[in-house]
């Protein structure tokens, strides 16, 4: 051996190699990405089903509160009673009322006035024909008046005598779609939808009811006890709508 120490030779520096791994991170970063893209999507679509399910709930408790808040729709109605002249002279009275009876009545005594009017200028005095003929047309004309207006009380004082009399006793089976009725020797069923020009009104204690044609019922509600008065207006009301007339009643 010599005086000088030998060291082991050092190891040649290489170039350092790309390694693999850095060659894929990309990849598998994007990776990543759209995995947690897709989850973000799961969470959101599962937070629009939880609250699409929240509002079907709440939208449950809704109705089922009003459910419980309000009474059941009345289905059916039997009523039995007696036909007086008095219910049935204020059932043709409400009926006159809503048909607006007493315009007709008016309507032809104008026609009649203006007939004495256009012929009065031709009236003359000087001989007796002519004399009888004015004092017609003026009795014409007088008669005309008191018939327009004591002519339908008088017409509808005749119907109630007359109904009582034949038929002392009524029943009707009332749906919100119509009823089915039997005074006396008539029997009939009337839809609502079918006969447009049915027709209920409620007057001082009186529901009439105006069907088929001119024909009358009156229903006392003196007869009903509260209940019935009550299922007896709902009926009406849901199957007639703008056709029941609660006259005298503020709306």
């Not at 609250?51 to 939208?59: F, G, N, V």
């Not at 119907?159 to 006793?169: G, H, I, L, V, Y």
């Not at 009358?216 to 509600?221: E, R, Y």
Request: charged residues 25%; negative net charge; contains cysteine.
């Amino acid at each position: 051996m010599t005086g000088r120490e030998q060291h082991p030779a050092a190891p040649e520096a290489k170039a350092p190699e790309a390694p693999e791994a850095l060659e894929t991170a990309p990849e598998a970063l994007e990776t990543t990405q759209e995995a947690l893209e897709a989850t973000q999507q799961v969470l959101e679509t599962s937070q629009q089903d939880l609250e699409a399910s929240q509002q079907a709930l709440d939208r449950a408790e809704d109705v089922a509160g009003e459910e419980a808040d309000w009474p059941p729709e009345p289905q059916e109605l039997s009523l039995t009673w007696q036909n007086r002249p008095a219910t049935l002279l204020k059932a043709a009275q409400a009926v006159d009322i809503v048909q607006k009876a007493g315009r007709r009545w008016k309507f032809h005594l104008g026609i009649i006035i203006l007939l004495v009017v256009f012929f009065l200028p031709d009236l003359r005095f000087d001989t007796l024909p002519h004399i009888l003929g004015g004092v017609g047309l003026l009795a014409l004309a007088v008669a005309a008046g008191m018939l327009a207006k004591y002519g339908p009380d008088r017409a509808n004082r005749k119907f109630s005598q007359q109904k009582a009399a034949a038929a002392p006793t009524a029943r009707i089976t009332l749906t919100r779609y119509g009823f089915s009725i039997r005074e006396g020797a008539y029997t009939g069923t009337v839809n609502f939808a079918q006969d447009p020009k049915c027709a209920a009104a409620e007057l001082e204690g009186v529901v009439a009811l105006s069907y088929e044609r001119n024909r009358v019922s009156a229903i006392p509600l003196a007869d009903l006890n509260q209940q019935e008065r009550d299922q007896l207006r709902e009926l009406l009301r849901l199957g007639l709508g703008d056709r029941f007339h609660r006259l005298g009643y503020q709306k």
